[in-house]
């Protein structure tokens, strides 16, 4: 009997180590899964952050404009249809280009005086044209108001046509007012001579898609344009996607010149990029 006793006692004594190990273990184990997930926090914190610039990298590539083109689908009569930026393409009641005919003589005389500065230009091959910036200190005034010269690109043929005819090129002069108005200036390209400063342009033209190149020259566009001033003036809009309106658009009467060999390098690198003219509608166009 006593044996059994002392038998029981050690049995006892036995299971409660047991309890104790198991406690310590357990407490141990969850001592384990507490620091665990403590750990795992910032890196479970730093994948969600890094899957963030993913999401926005997706949806800035959303938010990209559609492209387009001057041929096939993606020309100018489907540009209202590649994107809901690009409705005015086509609802638009005051587009650019138009044919300039039956002008009328307004009863004040708009005065434009230009201001150009000698430039060292950067030239770019957007896809859609050669276009050349940094044109620093070059604005004009027209009836006492300055617009700053932002950029200048090129078409060809001509987008706007005078009675009809078209032109072999066309150059607009873009230029911005100070609360953000847009006036394009646009200068008619003969073929029937060779311009200098035109020359030295060509030379430097990028080839490539998104090509830059920095001209190494400083050049005057006041030995570009024109000398007389005569223009013809009516309210467009940009003649490229997402055609926005409420331009101010002066077109030149005189032309500048331009040798063919410069016009088939062009339409070489960039094709044709003239969109069609657009219907006049109710607008009038001023002869100054």
């Known amino acids: 009997m006593k044996q059994n006793l002392v038998s029981a006692g050690k049995g006892t004594t036995k299971m409660k180590i047991h309890q104790k190990s198991f406690l310590f273990l357990l407490n141990r184990l969850s001592m384990f899964l507490v620091l665990s997930l403590i750990l795992a926090f910032p890196v479970l914190a730093a994948d969600k952050h890094q899957d963030q610039p993913t999401r926005s990298k997706e949806a800035s590539t ?15 009569s489907h540009w209202a249809m590649l994107s809901k930026e690009y409705m005015t393409c086509e609802t638009g009641t005051r587009q650019s280009p138009i044919n300039i005919t039956m002008t009328h003589h307004g009863d004040h005389h708009q005065k434009l005086v230009f201001h150009y500065q000698t430039s060292q230009l950067h030239e770019m091959n ?8 940094h044109v620093s200190n070059c604005r004009v005034d027209l009836n006492d108001r300055n617009y700053q010269l932002r950029q200048f690109h090129f078409h060809a043929p001509s987008e706007h046509h005078i009675e ?17 108005h847009i006036l394009v200036i646009a200068v ?12 030295k342009l060509w030379k430097w033209l990028p080839e490539q898609l998104e090509q830059e190149v920095s001209f190494p020259l400083e050049l005057s566009l006041t030995n570009v344009l024109p000398t007389k001033t005569h223009h013809y003036a009516y309210s467009g809009s940009l003649t490229t996607p997402p055609c926005t309106e409420g331009v101010q658009w002066i077109v030149l009467k005189e032309p500048m010149h331009v040798t063919q060999q410069d016009v088939d390098q062009f339409v070489q690198i960039i094709g044709h990029n003239a969109r069609p003219v657009r219907p006049l509608r109710d ?6």
């Open 164 to 180: 009809g005819q078209a032109f072999p090129m066309e150059m607009h002069l873009v230029h911005q007012g100070e609360t953000g």
């Open 62 to 76: 959303k938010n990209l404009p559609a492209h387009w083109a001057y041929l096939g689908v993606e020309s100018p």
């Open 126 to 133: 957007n896809g859609h044209t050669i276009q050349i910036s």
């Open 283 to 288: 607008r009038h166009i001023d002869d100054d």
């Open 188 to 199: 008619m390209m003969k073929t029937d001579a060779t311009q200098p400063v035109l020359s």
